[in-house]
Structure formats: C-alpha cells, structure tokens
C-alpha cells in the first residue's frame, strides 16, 4: 500500500485548505476511487478513528484507493466546524482533489462515512448526481435529518448502498433506519451486540462493506 499525505480545498469562496491522506494499492493502474468520513469532531472524530485506518487498508487491500481527509476545523485543516451545515463543500473539494489526479478513475466513485460523517457524505452524494456507491456506518437516525434533502427535486439517489449499524446504537431509531434503507433501496446489516462506536467490530465492518462493494453492480 502506498500512502500519500495530501492537501486540497474545500469547494467554497473561503479558500479552507484541507489535510488528507491518499492511500492506494500496490501495482494497481487507475484504481477506483473511494472517500472517507469521519464522525462528528465534537466527539473526537477526525481522520485517524480507528474504523477509518482499518476501512482504508481493507478497500485498499480490495484494490480501491481511499481518501480520508480531516473536515475544517479539524486537526490541521483551515476554517471553522460547522456542525455540518457546510461540510459537503468539503467533500466536493476531496472528490475535486480526485478527479485531476490521472492515477486515479472517479467513475462509480465510492463514500463512506461514519456517523456524522454518513450524514454528510450521503447529502453529498445525493446532491452532486454521480452514479455513486454509498456504505452508511451508524448513521444517527436521532437527531440528524436524513430524509428531507432525499425529497428535493433534484435529488439523485445512489447507484448502490449499503447500511451498517449496531442492534445496540444509543443514536440509532430501527423503524427511521428501515425507512432509510427502503428509500435507498440499500442493503441493512445490523451487527448484533455493537453500539454506536462500534469498538472492536472494525475489520467486520470493513469487510462487509469491501464483500458489498465488491460483488454489486450500479443500478
């Protein structure tokens, strides 16, 4: 696996310069590309959660390459936290930062986030009208709104999704989460005895998602 540490900015006026890091297989030409979330950094998310290192080197390992990145406010990325209001732009700048790099193929590009960051990244990817490919990792169904930008008219749902959370998630509403999943028409994983943080089921999650990515095709 070859790691890369890199910088982009955001997709906004305010020139937010964002820290990442690329991490690619070995000996592979033009890799598919895959961008990771992270949760919300009032908890201490950020690029380095113990999920996301394990979801990068199992994708990679898989034959993706991954981009993590750290949203503003975060470690040493510029801007200020917005709570997500405006963190999308971000990830718009991570997918911008992918697709100038000749190395690297953006068709049916994959987003995964966990919590706040699978918020963020399927608002993302419902905006931006890509044929993606979408892992969702303990979406928080209480408190974030999942549903409403899915309504807009302009709204282009994934080309495939998966969902993954714990039967024992202290954010986590089953019958909101069922209703994702048939909106989405996605794939529902409940792992049981995990809770929202998911400690010691990283590698499970990761490969579950790398077996789903794997295995299906775009809609």
């Not at 982009?8 to 030409?29: H, K, N, S, T, V």
């Not at 033009?30 to 999920?51: D, E, F, N, T």
């Not at 993706?64 to 949203?71: D, H, I, T, Y």
Request: net charge negative; aromatic share 10%; hydrophobic share 40%.
């Amino acid at each position: 696996m070859r790691r890369e540490k890199v910088t982009f900015y955001a997709d906004c006026l305010g020139q937010i310069r964002l820290e990442g890091i690329l991490e690619m297989p070995e000996g592979a030409e033009r890799p598919q590309a895959c961008i990771l979330c992270h949760p919300h950094p009032i908890g201490g998310g950020s690029m380095y959660v113990p999920l996301l290192e394990t979801m990068a080197r199992v994708l990679v390992a898989s034959g993706r390459a991954c981009l993590r990145f750290n949203f503003r406010g975060v470690g040493m990325s510029g801007g200020v936290s917005s709570g997500g209001l405006c963190e999308v732009e971000d990830v718009e700048g991570a997918y911008g930062f992918l697709r100038e790099r000749e190395d690297l193929a953006v068709e049916n590009l994959a987003v995964a986030g966990w919590s706040f960051g699978s918020w963020i990244g399927l608002r993302w990817a419902v905006q931006c009208g890509l044929p993606c490919r979408v892992a969702l990792v303990s979406p928080p169904m209480v408190g974030f709104d999942f549903f409403h930008f899915l309504e807009a008219e302009d709204a282009v749902l994934p080309g495939d999704t998966i969902i993954v959370s714990g039967s024992y998630d202290q954010f986590n509403d089953l019958r909101k989460l069922r209703d994702l999943s048939s909106r989405l028409e996605a794939e529902l994983r409940i792992l049981e005895g995990a809770d929202h943080f998911l400690f010691g089921y990283e590698q499970e999650i990761a490969e579950i998602i790398a077996s789903h990515w794997n295995r299906n095709t775009l809609r």
